[in-house]
């Protein structure tokens, strides 16, 4: 119980003092509305959906509303919708082939190197539509809103996001420094993807 | 004009006889059951060499004496720089390499230094890189009756027309829309060619199925979870233990349902033993690596079947890790020998097994004989010979949310694909093999089709007791009935080659930062090593060459999962990355680059350099 308090106490000193610095951090815009899947043309790149192919037809992700488009940004200097990116970093299984960041079936995440792009409107349609060399599909899968909070999570693994936002620490095992150290790294949009390191 | 030119005659019989000579110089179609001196045919027709999987050949123009004059004969880029875990094949004056994906077979003049004869593409779907857990490599290709087959990595399985690559048929048996893979190099047995699939990181349930080589149908297919009828179990399945007796033990060792995505995956090796008429092969790690989810003995992943090659049929089955703890498929290699053992002769197969321990197991009953650590292990505490039990250490039960550390083997296990070889000579196994340990720690998991189903943060590094000086792989000789190690070559790396030895007494393997090394047999002494341009993770094969010379090839390009740190250029700064091999690999990259690159060698014309 005193360990709870001296949390809690913990936890508004330093959302007080996060107040000072960044507004954003601490909203917690439950009722607000994400940029919508909707406006954003969406076709799959790839026949592979995570989720298996009963997920029919190029459907957009289910999202919370259409009405309003919040500015992207938004969500990445907020370390609630940050954080919960991470959750769902493990809850989709983007650990599975992405690592901590670090990269396995999937490319690495925390470098500079960014095949498709490292604003957070192209790396929602990465997650969405899927890409070509095994990136699949989670259009229809993951609700848009929950995408944005993904994307706003990958950008904290390469420093993409204001430190104040990245997670600081983690419950479980991790293979490197925290988000909120990782070093602001100058993206390179024009990454190969594996695909042009095979002969034609 | 005279019917019968004497001139003529004698030429033509001299043409004849030319071609007989060749015919009967390159005649064998099939490898031998297990390669002798005197059973060499200067060939390599199936990566293992022959059935038993010796990887041994009577070659011996090589010789301990002389291997120090090997020189480069000439080279060959596949054009992929991906993990090159393939054995060329060499048929009379031809050979065949395949590559990692996009899974082109070459063909190569060995008339002209590798000239390519021609190349087949089968162009497999690019979304299969997404779903290799282990970088997109390929094990090798297998010769029977002027085909080469190979298996894609999006799931298909290849006949090619030796005389002109024409593609002979191609049937799809895997699909990797539910997260599988076929990385495995398949064997022909009796007009069948067999493989199995990858996908244990996927919740893939795991199979084996067999296709007639000459229109490539499906002839049968053992599943290796669920109902004994999907099994291919009858009342011809005899294990040796009571733990593998009983009705469905692939539905009955699980909880509800979850055999379905349980994994027991096939993508090792398989040997045959065509007097007792059975073939061997392991079963991979079970579905989803955190064992909280899945209570129970998991039936029948991490084992070994005996099987009839020609139906599929279950002869008999043991299981080396029931409820697998720690991702420790059962797939590595079966070296079928007969031994002397306690005085008797028996027909027995020696298996290192990832779970640490080397097993000599009886081949037509499935009994063990002996299970003896080779490396150091805290996994488990042995092997009970009556029961034919392993015996966990509660101390290293990972849990959900509980971080358990130093635990030995690691994942990829004591030892992993990497293939050994058993010279009759000198009556060693020679095995590449890892000394690392790591920590381990169980997380939720969740299955979602098509996304790793896994449930485990890890992270490896170099044993800090045995060696403890911070290498992390070996090369080991072992006597497999005085129960010991003969000796053992410290690696910086994982060696992640396989090994191969040859009736001149020498036993060649690669290392990851590109070093192809030549050892005495007997001796452990280096005689011979050459700095090739990437990390090895091939397979050395060796062959007489159609002048008459004996060569020796191997594949560089590091990869795999020890090497995908530099294949997949991964960001070693997260530990975890490669499912946790990235941590225990950090250096690899200032070591090696990508590559791919074959190297054929011969012995120095004219012997010494002056």
């Not at chain 1, 950008?155 to 602001?184: I, K, T």
């Not at chain 2, 005659?9 to 490898?31: D, M, N, Q, T, Y």
């Not at chain 2, 060499?40 to 291997?67: C, H």
């Not at chain 2, 650590?373 to 101390?395: M, Y």
Request: hydrophobic residues 35%.
């Amino acid at each position: 119980m005193a360990i709870k308090q001296r949390k809690l106490e913990l936890g508004v000193l330093v959302a007080s003092l996060a107040l000072v610095t960044s507004c954003k951090r601490e909203d917690r815009p439950f009722q607000t509305s994400a940029p919508s899947a909707e406006a954003i043309q969406f076709t799959r790149m790839t026949d592979f959906r995570a989720g298996g192919p009963s997920i029919s037809g190029n459907q957009p992700s289910p999202a919370m509303s259409a009405d309003e488009t919040p500015e992207e940004k938004e969500f990445e200097e907020n370390a609630y919708m940050v954080g919960e990116g991470k959750r769902l970093f493990s809850a989709f299984n983007c650990v599975g082939c992405h690592a901590h960041g670090g990269g396995g079936m999937g490319p690495a995440l925390i470098d500079d190197q960014w095949i498709y792009g490292h604003e957070p409107a192209q790396i929602f349609c990465t997650i969405i539509e899927g890409r070509p060399n095994g990136m699949p599909s989670f259009g229809g899968k993951i609700p848009s809103f929950q995408v944005w909070q993904l994307a706003s999570y990958v950008r904290s693994l390469g420093g993409l996001v204001p430190g104040d936002a990245a997670p600081g620490r983690d419950d479980d095992m991790h293979g490197g420094p925290p988000e909120n150290s990782a070093p602001n790294q100058k993206p390179n949009d024009s990454s190969l993807p594996k695909s042009a390191e095979m002969p034609k | 004009m005279k019917l019968f030119d004497g001139t003529l005659a004698a030429r033509l019989f001299v043409g004849l006889g030319c071609a007989l000579i060749s015919l009967i110089a390159w005649s064998a179609e099939a490898p031998p059951f297990r390669n002798t001196e005197e059973a060499e045919d200067g060939q390599w027709l199936m990566p293992a060499k022959d059935y038993a999987n010796t990887r041994f050949s009577g070659l011996k123009e090589i010789t301990a004496d002389n291997v120090k004059n090997l020189e480069v004969a000439w080279t060959f880029s596949s054009g992929v720089n991906r993990g090159q875990e393939a054995a060329p094949l060499v048929v009379g004056d031809t050979m065949y390499v395949v590559t990692p994906y996009p899974n082109i077979l070459y063909a190569l003049d060995l008339n002209k230094s590798g000239a390519v004869k021609w190349k087949y593409e089968p162009k497999p779907a690019a979304a299969a890189q997404g779903v290799a857990c282990c970088d997109v490599v390929c094990r090798g290709a297998v010769y029977s009756n002027n085909r080469v087959f190979f298996n894609t990595l999006d799931g298909n399985v290849c006949a090619v027309n030796t005389k002109d690559g024409k593609e002979a048929w191609k049937t799809k048996i895997g699909d990797i829309n539910i997260g599988e893979t076929i990385t495995m190099a398949p064997v022909v047995i009796n007009g069948k060619v067999i493989s199995g699939n990858s996908g244990g990181e996927f919740g893939v349930r795991g199979w084996i199925q067999a296709l007639n080589v000459d229109d490539g149908k499906v002839a049968w297919k053992a599943y290796n979870t669920g109902p004994d009828s999907e099994c291919l179990i009858d009342e011809n399945f005899k294990p040796f233990y009571p733990q593998d007796k009983g009705k469905d033990l692939g539905v009955t060792t699980w909880p509800p349902d979850k055999w379905k995505i349980g994994g027991g995956n096939v993508w090792g090796w398989i040997s045959y033993d065509p007097e007792l008429k059975l073939l061997y092969h392991g079963t991979g790690n079970p579905g989803v690596w955190n064992a909280d989810l899945r209570p129970g003995d998991n039936k029948w992943t991490c084992g070994i079947f005996a099987r009839d090659p020609d139906t599929g049929h279950a002869r008999w089955y043991y299981q080396w890790s029931p409820h697998d703890l720690f991702d420790h498929d059962g797939v590595n290699e079966s070296i079928l020998v007969d031994l002397e053992i306690d005085g008797k002769p028996r027909q027995v197969l020696l298996h290192p097994e990832r779970n640490g321990y080397l097993y000599v197991m009886d081949r037509k009953t499935g009994e063990v004989l002996s299970a003896t650590p080779f490396i150091r292990i805290t996994a488990s505490k042995g092997v009970d010979l009556k029961s034919g039990q392993l015996i966990p250490n509660e101390e290293k039960e990972p849990h959900t949310g509980k971080v358990i550390r130093d635990v030995t083997p690691i994942s990829p296990g004591a030892k992993d694909w990497q293939p050994s070889a058993f010279s009759p000579r000198t009556k060693l196994m020679y095995f590449p093999n890892q000394t690392m340990s790591m920590d381990y720690e169980g997380t939720e998991a969740s299955y979602i089709v098509g996304t790793p189903f896994v449930g485990v943060n890890e992270k490896m590094y170099a044993d800090p007791v045995d060696p403890g000086d911070g290498s992390r792989g070996a090369f080991t000789a072992w006597d497999p009935v005085a129960k010991k190690r003969v000796w053992r070559i410290k690696e910086s790396f994982p060696v992640w080659s396989g090994a191969m030895v040859t009736a001149g007494d020498v036993v060649f393997y690669g290392t990851m930062e590109g070093w192809f090394k030549a050892i005495n047999a007997k001796t452990a002494e280096e005689l011979w090593k050459f700095k090739t341009g990437s990390g090895i993770i091939g397979q050395p094969v060796t062959y007489k060459g159609p002048d008459g010379k004996q060569y020796v090839a191997i594949l560089s390009g590091v990869g795999g999962w020890a090497g995908a740190v530099v294949a997949g250029g991964l960001d070693p700064n997260d530990g975890t990355a490669a499912l946790g091999f990235a941590n225990a690999m950090k250096d690899l990259p200032n070591v090696t680059t990508k590559g791919g690159t074959l190297y054929v060698f011969k012995l120095r014309d004219g012997g010494e350099k002056k």
